[in-house]
Antibody, heavy 123, light 106 residues
Framework: EMQVLESGGGLVQPGGSLRLSCAAS????????MSWVRQAPGKGLEWVSN????????DYADSVKGRFSISRDNSRNTLYLQMNSLRVDDTAVYYC????????????????WGKGTTVTVSS | DIQMTQSPSTLSASVGDRVTITCRAS??????LAWYQQKPGKVPKLLIY???NLESGVPSRFSATGSETEFTLTINSLQPDDFATYYC????????FGQGTKVEIK
């Protein structure tokens, strides 16, 4: 069974840093793009960042660009999100997601979601 | 950036009803649209991909159509387990979610 499991969330003060991890299992991790999606309390879903299987193609939402950094260690089947200069509006549940695309298609959607890890930014 | 707009924001329905949710993209996304279901306190679940393809294991009462900028998700004969929030998501240019449609009990 394909699974992803996030960790690393917690309470941090504004301006602080946090590193999220996502451990993947049940699939060949290096073959798939991975993304982080967040959900603020009582709000909808927001894509944060993605990284392709080889780790060379990376994108960020404008809201986190320059503050967050995504990376992956394919030897450890693990995805990371380094979050710096955290703001109160970064408070959310952060989901790790696996990407899946159609045959001959480079566009991918999220087919496997972790249970999420909660990040709270507050003084 | 591509914006996704869902309507309605909230939908009140009864068990057995047929419900339809609409999702509009601010520009053409071909058929690169997915639908997710999220129950309170739970993880989003993929229902539909490529605008109309039913994910494995999803009941056949769920169906979806659309292309370019107009998309719909239909639930035939609404079941108690279907009361949830539904999100559309474009994946043509980065990834953007609609604001969600809450399907609640009438």
């Amino acid at each position: 069974e394909m699974q992803v499991l996030e960790s690393g969330g917690g309470l941090v003060q504004p301006g602080g840093s946090l590193r999220l991890s996502c451990a993947a299992s049940g699939f060949t991790f290096s073959n798939f793009a991975m993304s982080w999606v967040r959900q603020a309390p009582g709000k909808g879903l927001e894509w944060v960042s993605n990284i392709w299987g080889g780790g060379t193609v990376i994108d960020y939402a404008d809201s986190v660009k320059g503050r967050f950094s995504i990376s992956r260690d394919n030897s450890r089947n693990t995805l990371y999100l380094q979050m710096n200069s955290l703001r109160v509006d970064d408070t959310a549940v952060y989901y790790c997601t696996k990407g899946r695309n159609g045959e001959g298609d480079s566009y991918y959607y999220m087919d496997v979601w972790g249970k999420g890890t909660t990040v709270t930014v507050s003084s | 950036d591509i914006q996704m707009t869902q309507s309605p924001s909230t939908l009140s329905a009864s068990v057995g009803d047929r419900v339809t949710i609409t999702c509009r993209a601010s520009q053409s996304i071909s058929r690169y649209l997915a639908w997710y279901q999220q129950k309170p306190g739970k993880v989003p679940k993929l229902l539909i991909y490529r605008a109309s393809n039913l994910e494995s294991g999803v009941p056949s009462r769920f169906s979806a159509t659309g292309s370019e900028t107009e998309f719909t998700l239909t639930i035939n004969s609404l079941q108690p387990d279907d009361f949830a929030t539904y999100y559309c998501q474009q994946y043509h240019s980065y990834w953007t979610f609609g604001q969600g449609t809450k399907v609640e009990i009438k």
